[in-house]
């Protein structure tokens, strides 16, 4: 478990605070010999009774459930996360000590972080989120009604009410609205809608026992949730049945209709829709860009002659699940700082750079990131020129510019010279109550989300400035992520210390685990569902030709040969070990090679055991499948890499680890 005492936490500051006054820098107490410590915690993880070349996951990993049997998280990239949400509720800590000058960032992250902690359980309720979000201003949800028979159905309309959940980001519910980059033009914004979708768990309804307990929670007895459980069930199923017929498109991604045409083609009125959603007027000729126009009809039809009350108890059931996902399990202040991370992500970054970072070492980390970056640039920039795949001179040109076009963001931050006037006016319009009525801050918290999220329509995007607004599972985690629209790698702040990264360590940990997170993510650009989009994040028809370009397409027949539903994840595996090995052991390689005299290990095994690290995992039984998933992905890469092979003394074809037939993209 990962819990402290707040007396705990208070020693912990006074530490950081005394060895602040000594140092007279922000950071951590220097560590003794960062090498030492970094190769001595490796090592700690090998179960040397494995052979490497049999199997190098229980090898490289044997030990790390057993080292880290007590702790909350289950990998490498949990234990960073769990470091910054350690240092964040430090800084909260603080910041209660502090006299805070209202309004201020610093006063809404606390009040958001102490209104989780504090708030009653009452405030948490589904019951409480639904009486703060009715239908509409004139009815409750029937559920909720105050007289026993008489709810007022006529006055229901489920695309008004629809659209007053939209604004705290319920989407794919009956039908899916999007705002998001223009897929010709990526530096505008456009409004997407299409049909439902269902192949996720979350975009459905759970079983019948659980809706009815869901129901039964919301206050209704329980042979009517029974009887009301069963119909939206079949409501729920009739959609997925409509949705899942075959029908007759007009193009091959989306059409452009104006706001009147989708209301003739269709019947529903989305022009009320999008203005309760953007909180404005809407022109009738605004262009939205349809999906499944054919499929929406049918949806509009279904949905006007199904019984009102049904279908708002659907609504109110989908709600429902989805704050309940966006919200944590308790009020320790773990999860609550979790919290704060997912809901003010720029808050958060902005609040954990100044006092965990510095503008000096920030500045040193920026420099480390970008030198890194545009080393595995021009790595990939040579394989290009060798052109090993046959690629048309006209493709690589394209994938050229793409690589050079490529951006790096450390923090997910504005490039601005005044960041924290930034956050300020960002958070400016944000006001969170200070009764610690949780239900009530976090629908404030969501709606503002969607709101600046909805804003990029209004707006070119500035690509000086560009963060990414994340949605809640992104802001929560620290591990860097490639947005193909914008073709720009975000890393996060908390990937920036040890174990991952040291700014002192020798080159060959920095290469190895940091430089290989970088890689994959940078292969995101080039793999079979990054292609399609160019230099500026545009759709591209030169892209889709790649993918057929015959070396490719033998290449990615042969990685799927073991099969895999996440096929976009191997290709940047496979080609981003081998980007990150080449920047550091190709013979024009900008660093350090010297044998280190830290470690007996030649380094290239170090630099595999070192990589091996990001796969490791705890093996505790309800996180097996994750498990298993790292155990295959370090396998798959690791026997389809001669190097490795070589670095280990592997013998082909009698050790598992070294089948001779082997698969290569770049
Ligand atoms: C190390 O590997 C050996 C051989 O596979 C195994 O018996 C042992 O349990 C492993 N040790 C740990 C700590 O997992
Ligand atoms: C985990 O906790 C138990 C009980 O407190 C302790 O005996 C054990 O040494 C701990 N394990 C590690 C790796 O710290
Ligand atoms: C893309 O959108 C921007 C912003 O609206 C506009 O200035 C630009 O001309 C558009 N580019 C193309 C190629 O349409
Ligand atoms: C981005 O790509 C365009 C188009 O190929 C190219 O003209 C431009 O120089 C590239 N920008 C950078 C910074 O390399
Ligand atoms: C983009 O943002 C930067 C920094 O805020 C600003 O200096 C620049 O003028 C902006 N560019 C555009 C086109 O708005
Ligand atoms: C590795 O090679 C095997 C064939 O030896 C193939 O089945 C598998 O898909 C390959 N995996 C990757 C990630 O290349
Ligand atoms: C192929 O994939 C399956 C799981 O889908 C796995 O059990 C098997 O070990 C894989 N084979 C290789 C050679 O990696
Ligand atoms: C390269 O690594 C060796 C071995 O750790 C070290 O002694 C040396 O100082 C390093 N050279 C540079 C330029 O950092
Ligand atoms: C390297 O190997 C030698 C001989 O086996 C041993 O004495 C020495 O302690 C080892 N050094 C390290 C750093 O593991
Ligand atoms: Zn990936």
Redesign the pocket.
């Known amino acids: 478990m990962s819990t402290r005492t707040s007396t705990c936490r208070i020693c912990e500051l006074l530490f950081i605070l005394l060895w602040l006054s000594v140092s007279g820098q922000a950071g951590y107490p220097p560590a003794s010999n960062p090498n030492t410590q970094l190769v001595n915690q490796i090592l700690g993880y090998v179960n040397e009774s494995v052979a490497a070349c049999n199997d190098y996951y229980k090898y490289a990993c044997g030990k790390w459930s057993e080292k880290h049997e007590n702790d909350s998280f289950s990998e490498i990239t949990g234990l960073i996360d769990h470091k910054v949400n350690e240092n964040l509720i430090v800084l909260m800590d603080e910041l209660q000590q502090r006299t805070l000058e209202p309004g201020s960032v610093e006063d809404k992250v606390l009040t958001s972080y102490q209104t989780c902690r504090q708030a009653s359980e009452s405030t948490r309720s589904s019951r409480t989120y639904l009486e703060l979000v009715p239908p509409n201003e004139q009815i409750p949800w029937p559920q909720l009604k105050l007289r026993p028979d008489h709810w007022s159905s006529i006055k229901f309309q489920w695309m008004e009410t629809l659209a007053r959940l939209r604004r705290y980001g319920l989407t794919n519910v009956i039908f899916k609205l999007e705002v998001l980059p223009d897929l010709k033009n990526s530096s505008k914004y456009a409004v997407s809608i299409d049909r439902p979708y269902f192949e996720h768990k979350d975009q459905r309804l759970r079983g019948t026992l659980l809706t009815m307990l869901t129901l039964r929670m919301v206050g209704i007895n329980s042979k009517k949730a029974w009887a009301l459980a069963r119909k939206v069930k079949l409501f729920e199923s009739a959609v997925r049945e409509l949705v899942e017929m075959e029908y007759e498109e007009k193009s091959e991604f989306y059409e452009e209709l104006s706001l009147q045409q989708l209301e003739v083609q269709t019947g529903g009125q989305w022009r009320k829709y999008l203005e309760i959603v953007l909180g404005r007027n809407v022109p009738a000729d605004y262009v939205l860009q349809v999906e499944n126009s054919a499929c929406l009809t049918a949806l509009v039809h279904l949905v006007n002659g199904w019984n009102r009350e049904v279908v708002a108890t659907y609504i109110m059931l989908r709600f429902v699940a989805y704050v309940h996902k966006e919200t944590m399990e308790s009020d320790e202040p773990i999860e609550c700082i979790q919290d704060v991370r997912r809901n003010m992500e720029l808050a958060t970054n902005l609040l954990y750079e100044q006092r965990f970072i510095g503008s000096e070492k920030l500045r040193q980390h920026q420099a480390d990131i970008l030198e890194l970056f545009q080393l595995l640039r021009q790595q990939f920039l040579k394989k290009l020129d060798a052109n090993s795949l046959q690629l048309l001179a006209s493709e690589l040109e394209m994938l050229r510019a793409k690589m050079l076009n490529m951006t790096i963001n450390v923090g997910n931050m504005p490039n ?1 010279a005044d960041r924290t006037s930034f956050v300020k006016r960002f958070y400016a319009d944000l006001h969170l109550a200070e009764d610690r009525n949780y239900a009530l801050n976090h629908l404030r918290l969501l709606e503002f989300r969607t709101r600046r999220w909805f804003e990029q329509l209004d707006g070119a995007l ?1 690509a ?2 560009f963060f990414f607004i994340s949605d809640s599972e992104t802001g929560m985690s620290s591990t860097p992520y490639y947005l193909l629209r914008q073709n720009i790698i975000i890393v996060p702040y908390g990937i920036l210390q040890e174990p991952i990264f040291h700014h002192d360590a020798h080159d060959v940990f920095k290469v190895s685990l940091l430089g290989f997170m970088l890689s994959h993510e940078l292969m995101h650009g080039f793999v079979s569902g990054g292609f399609i989009f160019d230099f500026r994040g545009n759709y591209n028809k030169l892209g889709k030709r790649i993918i057929m370009e015959s070396e490719y397409s033998s290449g990615i027949s042969c990685l799927n040969r073991n099969e895999t539903d996440y096929l976009d994840e191997r290709e940047a595996d496979i080609a981003g070990i081998r980007l990150a090995y080449d920047v550091y052991f190709d013979p024009g390689s900008k660093f350090n090679l010297t044998q280190p005299s830290f470690t007996n290990l030649s380094l290239k095994q170090l630099f595999f055991l070192n990589l091996a690290q990001f796969f490791c995992g705890n093996t505790a039984p309800n996180d097996f499948a994750d498990h298993d998933a790292d155990e295959l992905r370090l396998k798959q890469m690791l026997i389809n890499f001669s190097a490795f092979a070589e670095a280990h003394g592997c013998r082909e074809d009698l050790d598992n680890m070294h089948p001779a037939q082997k698969c290569r993209l770049w």
Request: proline letters at 0%.
């Open positions: 601005t500035n000086t400035n």
